[in-house]
């Protein structure tokens, strides 16, 4: 019946509240400004490790299950930043609390405060160690699953004609109804052991703490020991520290998930992070290839493995091709071919001998079906560059020059962007990608089929512009006709032989030119 004391505790406790209001609001703030920074400083630390040495090419190749490196990055991150911050938090909120409110308990009752304590410990030991670890293991499952379900839609979206082209909707339907369904099953496993079992442990765990202050506290205030306000006030304290040191059970779906991530995301970073791989025990002694960056092309007796050391390609092979001649690689399929460009371009280093090469950066590169990147069609002229202060006229010039004269004018000029692996049939993309090296000039150029869908005058006239550059340059194709585009000659067979032969071009009557073979180098070797 204070009323000076009431007012007073009133307008303490109104400017209190509007305290925490504030602090509520900055609280949400910092921490999802937390989040955000934390994960781009992550997504940037993996894509950096992602592109170092080619990473994302052995993950490609890598014998290694490492599903989905999109969704790892994209969505496992921003679930790990977004579950450390929380989890932080929630301890610092259970310490706090639990500092605050085991004073007032052990004051009341310290026997009571021993009892929540084991009772927490209890709870949440049988909680992490029947349901946690079957949990986290489903949930690991479970996001692989997802991904290769997204994955299978991304992947029908990309292969949309060709798919239409076989009618093959039967089988992709199967195929991505199969995905859905291990997606399905998987799910109804979380829900049973999360939502059934867990669930009911939890509400009966949680239940039993209405019950224990007047259990234990009981039997003093019925002998007189204790007033019946510390009854209240015993219960209230127990509910505000068991709720704190509930902290594990009470978010445990949560951290499941978020150590299912944890899992995740350190697998793909223990692969990122070697830059060695263990290599299994073959009869093949496992060694790599010897780099050395220098002008020329010039490989001095390499003998070349696939890389996981279980198959020679060929052996003891010597070449060197001087500035400005162009040498063609043929074969079987199968044979190795597209294999020696690999090895050029630095990706497969199993096997024996040096190379001598320029800085990769000094090598363009055009595979049969040519990247895309996605931007305007300037993007597409330049690239791999990046700041090329090239005109729009030079870029008609070059254009002209590949046999694409009214590209610009078909998508309202260089600046336009389109998903262009969509527009562009497979043989605009590779007079493209040649007008790429028109743009670039590079020194040196590797082409691996990168006419094969170009008619006979297309691929001439494109051979002759890169002839007039005077770049040096090694093709892999089959086509006779690529014959005379070229100085130098390699076949490959299946069985580890080669044959190195020189072309002589001899000029014709009728100014055409013919072609013959002179001499050559060959090795032989059984496999």
């Known amino acids: 019946m204070n009323g000076n004391r009431f007012w007073t505790t009133a307008k303490y406790l109104f400017g209190l509240y509007l305290i925490l209001t504030v602090n509520w609001g900055g609280y949400n703030y910092l921490r999802k400004k937390l989040v955000l920074y934390w994960r781009s400083w992550l997504t940037r630390d993996f894509l950096g490790k992602y592109f170092h040495n080619r990473a994302f090419y052995k993950l490609s190749q890598s014998q290694k299950e490492i599903d989905n490196p999109d969704q790892r990055m994209a969505e496992d991150i921003n679930k790990f930043a977004d579950g450390s911050i929380a989890f932080f938090f929630d301890m610092f909120y259970t310490c706090s609390q639990g500092i605050a409110f085991s004073a007032i308990l052990w004051r009341i009752s310290p026997t009571l405060t021993f009892i929540l304590v084991i009772y927490v410990v209890s709870g949440t030991a049988i909680t992490t160690g029947l349901f946690g670890r079957k949990l986290v293991k489903l949930n690991y499952k479970q996001q692989k699953k997802e991904g290769n379900f997204r994955f299978g839609l991304v992947r029908l979206r990309e292969n949309a004609e060709s798919v239409a082209f076989y009618r093959g909707e039967a089988q992709e339907f ?302 892999v194709g089959h086509r006779p006709t690529l014959v005379k585009y070229h100085h130098l000659i390699l076949e490959l067979s299946e069985s580890e032989d080669w044959q190195l032969k020189r072309v002589k071009a001899q000029a014709s009557k009728n100014r055409t030119t013919s072609i013959s073979i002179g001499d050559f180098q060959q090795r032989r070797y059984q496999a």
Not at 225 to 242: M, N, P, V
Request: proline share 5%; glycine share 6%.
């Open 174 to 475: 199967n195929q991505l109804n199969y995905l859905f369904e291990r997606v399905f099953r998987n799910f109804k496993k979380i829900i049973i052991y999360q939502e059934l079992y867990l669930e009911a442990f939890v509400r009966l765990y949680r239940s039993i703490p209405w019950i224990l202050p007047a259990v234990i506290i009981g039997p003093q205030i019925l002998a007189g020991d204790l007033d019946i306000g510390k009854f209240a006030e015993a219960q209230g304290a127990f509910h505000k520290l068991f709720w704190a040191m509930f902290v594990i059970i009470r978010r445990f779906d949560v951290l499941v998930d978020f150590v299912a991530r944890i899992d995740r995301l350190a697998e793909f970073d223990d692969f990122l992070s070697k830059s060695t791989r263990g290599i299994p025990r073959r009869s093949i002694q496992p060694t790599t290839i010897n780099t050395v960056e220098d002008e020329g092309l010039t490989i001095q007796n390499l003998t070349l493995y696939t890389p996981n050391y279980q198959r020679t390609l060929l052996q003891d092979l010597s070449v060197k091709l001087q500035t400005g001649q162009g040498m063609l690689i043929r074969g079987m399929s199968g044979c190795g071919k597209s294999s020696v460009l690999r090895m050029l371009a630095g990706l497969w280093d199993s096997g024996q001998g040096t190379i001598i090469r320029p800085p990769l950066e000094e090598i363009l590169f055009l595979p049969q079906r040519p990247y895309m990147v996605l931007g305007t069609l300037r993007n597409q002229l330049l690239y791999p560059q990046v700041n090329n202060p090239i005109s729009d006229q030079e870029l008609h010039q070059v254009l002209q020059q590949v046999n694409l004269p009214d590209l610009a004018a078909r998508f309202d000029g260089f600046d336009s962007e389109r998903d262009w692996a969509d527009v562009f049939s497979l043989g605009e993309q590779q007079r493209i990608a040649f007008a790429r090296i028109l743009i670039a000039k590079p020194k040196y150029v590797i082409l691996d089929e990168a006419t094969s869908a170009l008619d006979v005058k297309n691929e001439e006239n494109l051979y002759r512009n890169l002839l007039a550059l005077g770049t040096t340059f090694i093709s």
